[in-house]
């Protein structure tokens, strides 16, 4: 199943529409362009830990865990604060969250003020996700949430999280994967650089 249609069960993309004032189609549409850079994003930090569990269930913990969910779906309007620190965390600048709300506006047609707009609300719903369907559990090797945290992260990314740290990973990451190296964020970066010179 893909993160948007994750998404639009459990109402993270009408709360999106519903704030910013567009159509759950624009709000699905940009929410599809923007995931592969955010999964992307959380897979690197993540592999830049000790062990790729650990990270990843270290980090989301430390950027709110599954309250970031509650905020966006919740009745009253998304501090994006503590989204924009997701992002900060996941992609290092603003130079790459604008890079990436770039890429994403030429890829999906919308505008890039409104995908700059989503982009915290979308990383708060994603990080609070995996952090709820991880069970915040520390990732020993026989921790179940850990596990499944990782199975779910590459799942999303089209394979396997745990089992291609390199790898290749198909499906929603490789439609901002240049390279080919599996991870997109990478490229965005490069982008980034070339935009700033």
Known sequence: MQI???????????????????SQTEVAS???????????????QA??????LEG?????GQLGGGGLLDQVLG?????????????????????VSRTVAQNAAAQSGLDPSLLKKMLP???MLVAGYMARQGGNAPAESSSPGGAELGDLLGGLLGGRAGAMPGGASPGLASMLDMNGDGNALDDILRMAGKAMR
């Open 121 to 123: 609300m979308l990383a």
């Open 56 to 60: 990843l269930g270290g980090l989301l």
């Open 47 to 52: 592999q830049s830990q000790p062990t790729f």
């Open 75 to 95: 009745p009253q309007p998304t501090d994006v604060s503590q989204g924009n620190a997701v992002l900060g965390q996941i992609f290092g600048s603003k130079d």
């Open 30 to 44: 940009g929410a599809e362009a923007l995931a592969p850079a955010i999964l992307g994003g959380f897979k690197k």
């Open 4 to 22: 948007t249609d994750l998404l639009a069960q459990m109402g993270g993309l009408q709360s999106m529409a519903r704030e910013l004032g567009v």
